[in-house]
Structures are given as C-alpha cells and as structure tokens.
C-alpha cells in the first residue's frame, strides 16, 4: 500500500520546487482541496484532524489557515504563507530544502576555492556548473553522492599514473567500487569537461589513461625488430618473434629501445585486423595504434625514435574519418615528426565510397572537421565534408 502523507509532509512536498530552493519563492499559497490531496493524506477525516492541530499549534497557526464549512466538517481551501516551510520540516524531522540547497552552495563554492580557475580544468568547470545549477534551485541529485566527490577530488590529486583498482582502494576502500559503481559517472563528467580535443572519438580507457587511472590492459604491440634493455640489464631482441610482441605497461616503464637493426620503414596501423594481417618483413616495424598512445607508450616509442636515421621512412594507416586524422596529428606531433599518410587520400576515399562503406558524418564531428587544420590529411578531411561521410577500416577490409 502506499504511505499516506501527512498535511506538514504535502504542504512541504508541494513548495519543494526550484523556484523555493533559489530562495525566490515569497508570500502565500492558496490550494483548494481536492480528491488528489484527500486520497494522499487518507481521506477527510485525517486532513480535518491535522488542520484543528495545526490551528492549535501557537508556532504555526499564524502561518496557516483553512477556509472551514458545514459546521467545521469539510474544508474547501487552505491558505499558508511561505515562511511556514521551515517550522513544518523541524515538526516532520527533516532538513529545508532551501537550507539544503545553502549548504550545497557553500560546499561547492568551498571545493571551487581550492580548484586552478584555469578554463582548461575539468574539474572545476563541474564545480562551477553544479554551482550554476544549484544557485537556480535546481535539484542536483550528485550532491547528494559523497563518494562521486572523493572519486573526482581523488583524480584530481593524481600525481603519478596508478592502477584502477589501485585508485579504487585507495579513495574508496574497495579496489572494486570504481569500476563496478563509479568510472562510468566519471568518465561522463570527463568527457563533458574536459579539454581533450580527442575525447568523442576516445574509449573509456582511454580518457581515464590521460587523467592517470591505468587499466591492466595496457600494452604495446608491433611485428618486427626492437632490441630494448631493461632496467635489470637484461636485453631483449625481436626479431625472434616472427608473429608479433607485447609488452605490457610495467615493461615499458622498465625498459628502453637501443637498436632497431635493419628498419627502414615504420608503420602505425590504426585497425587490429589491418595490423594482423601485416607479414613480418625484416626491413618493417608495424606498431599496432589502437588508438591514442599512452604516457608511456609515447615515452618508449621516443627513445625508438631517436635510433633511426634520415632514410628510414614512417607511415600511419588510420581509419579515414575525424578520429582517424586526429590520431595521425598526434602520432605526428608527439611522436614521429617525418609521419606520413598512407592509405588515406582522395583516391582510397572515393574506392571505399564505391564500396558503399561510408557511415554518415555527424553534426559534431562536421563543425570540429570544419575547423580543423588537418596538415598532410586536408585533402582527406575536404573530402569527408563534401560527401558527409567517414569511414572506418574494418569496413573496406
């Protein structure tokens, strides 16, 4: 059965709006009884008792009346002024919405004090948007999750990169309770606030990776040879593993490239399958993409970097849509300064949209293409704008 509500209970329900919580709500209200009203409180006979109470009540009766007739057995209206609210939610033992809201705005404005105010910072542009939201007497259900702020304030805090279930004992006691409760609110925030250009076309793990929170998965993939030390002395070579290698992230914290004997070319692949399908070649490196690199990664392919000479040739095969070009500049920038395209023009373009294998652009993505300075793939991004659409290897493969 439902819980019959008492008249403190509805009258308090009923003022509970935004317009109160913002403190902008003065003077009286005037609600007519009526059956919704009699059915919540559970019938005429309760909201007569509770109404004679409430007359009786020197704390509230100057805040309240009630239009009474047929001899005090029926009332037709009831008149409360604002200012009642407050004495109600002591009467019920609960706390004023608009108190409430007071202390969400001094908490909020506390936590904005010890934020950079730099427009760059994620956190406090959430900060700054529940502030926004609460001060119009929104009602701001995150708030009310005290483990939401220790997870976002936690992050905030990280120095050095951690493990995710690391972070998760670490903050909330409980190596498991980010992953299972929390990463999917925080990677919304993230990806809302944040400044990452990249971050529509990132995963999950990726965005947690560039704000320092490291899932077990991370590795680094490529088919040819490397020769690298690790910090022990013991040195590793390649070449002896015809299908491919894997190092995972302790591997490439501990360890440097010294040699690539033989390389004269290096490919980024974008696409696992494309990557796959590569044959060891003893003049070739392909290092598997799979997306944007890590710290850590782009640490290790750095030191690669600096072993080749001026004939060795690099080349990144991407998918040929907004991500696809953003990756390339990445890869370029951070990482190998000679990087060219391959696959990637006006002429593999139009063959994969014979192949019917475009998938529609979307407005976003049109007006970040729009103003993007593509380098070597402006051609590729006109291309995307004129026909409205992107495509992605896995379906020309």
Same mark, same amino acid.
């Given at each position: 059965m439902k819980k019959l509500l008492t008249l403190s209970r509805w009258i308090i329900d009923k003022t509970n709006v935004d317009s109160y919580r913002a403190g902008r709500l003065q003077g009286e209200k005037h609600p007519c009884i009526d059956q919704s009203l009699l059915n919540q409180l559970g019938g005429m006979a309760n909201l007569l008792k509770q109404a004679e109470e409430?007359?009786?009540?020197?704390?509230?009766?100057?805040?309240?009346?009630f239009d009474w007739r047929d001899m005090g057995k029926d009332i037709t209206k009831m008149h409360y002024s604002i200012d009642i609210i407050p004495l109600l939610c002591k009467k019920e033992g609960i706390e004023d919405s608009l108190e409430k809201q007071r202390r969400y705005i001094e908490k909020i404005?506390?936590?904005?004090?010890?934020?950079?105010?730099?427009?760059?910072?994620?956190?406090?542009?959430?900060?700054?948007?529940?502030?926004?939201?609460?001060?119009?007497?929104?009602?701001?259900?995150?708030?009310?999750?005290?483990?939401?702020?220790?997870?976002?304030?936690?992050?905030?805090?990280?120095?050095?990169?951690?493990?995710?279930?690391?972070?998760?004992?670490?903050?909330?006691?409980?190596?498991?309770?980010?992953?299972?409760?929390?990463?999917?609110?925080?990677?919304?925030?993230?990806?809302?606030?944040?400044?990452?250009?990249?971050?529509?076309?990132?995963?999950?793990?990726?965005?947690?990776?560039?704000?320092?929170?490291?899932?077990?998965?991370?590795?680094?993939?490529?088919?040819?040879?490397?020769?690298?030390?690790?910090?022990?002395?013991?040195?590793?070579?390649?070449?002896?593993?015809y299908y491919g290698t894997i190092i995972n992230s302790q591997?490439?914290?501990?360890?440097?490239?010294?040699?690539?004997?033989?390389?004269?070319?290096?490919?980024?692949?974008?696409?696992k399958a494309n990557y796959e399908n590569m044959v060891y070649e003893k003049d070739t490196l392909y290092i598997y993409c799979h997306g944007f690199f890590s710290p850590k990664e782009v640490k290790f392919l750095n030191e690669l970097t600096k072993l080749t000479d001026e004939n060795v040739e690099f080349l990144h095969w991407g998918d040929m849509d907004f991500g696809g070009i953003r990756i390339f500049l990445f890869n370029k920038e951070k990482i190998f300064p000679?990087?060219?395209?391959?696959?990637?023009?006006?002429?593999?373009?139009?063959?994969?949209?014979?192949?019917?294998?475009?998938?529609?652009?979307? @407005?976003?993505?049109?007006?970040?293409?729009?103003?993007?300075?593509?380098? @070597?793939?402006? @051609?590729?991004?006109?291309?995307?704008?004129?026909?409205?659409?992107?495509?992605?290897?896995e379906m020309v493969i």
């Open positions: 409430m007359e009786r009540d020197a704390g509230l009766n100057k805040y309240i009346r404005e506390n936590l904005l004090s010890e934020v950079s105010r730099a427009e760059t910072n994620w956190l406090y542009s959430y900060y700054n948007s529940l502030l926004v939201r609460l001060k119009q007497g929104k009602n701001v259900k995150e708030m009310e999750d005290e483990t939401l702020f220790r997870c976002l304030q936690g992050m905030a805090a990280i120095q050095n990169p951690l493990w995710k279930r690391i972070f998760s004992a670490n903050v909330l006691e409980n190596s498991k309770k980010f992953e299972k409760e929390y990463e999917t609110k925080v990677v919304g925030i993230l990806r809302m606030y944040s400044d990452l250009p990249d971050k529509d076309d990132m995963t999950d793990e990726e965005i947690l990776k560039s704000y320092g929170i490291l899932s077990y998965a991370q590795v680094l993939e490529w088919k040819g040879t490397v020769i690298y030390r690790l910090d022990t002395g013991k040195t590793v070579d390649t070449s002896d593993f591997t490439l914290e501990h360890s440097k490239p010294i040699a690539i004997p033989h390389i004269r070319k290096i490919m980024t692949i974008e696409n000679k990087l060219k395209p391959y696959k990637m023009g006006r002429e593999c373009f139009l063959e994969a949209i014979g192949k019917n294998a475009g998938i529609d652009l979307e @407005e976003r993505k049109r007006r970040s293409l729009e103003e993007m300075k593509a380098g @070597e793939l402006e @051609e590729l991004k006109e291309c995307i704008l004129k026909y409205g659409v992107e495509i992605e290897q």
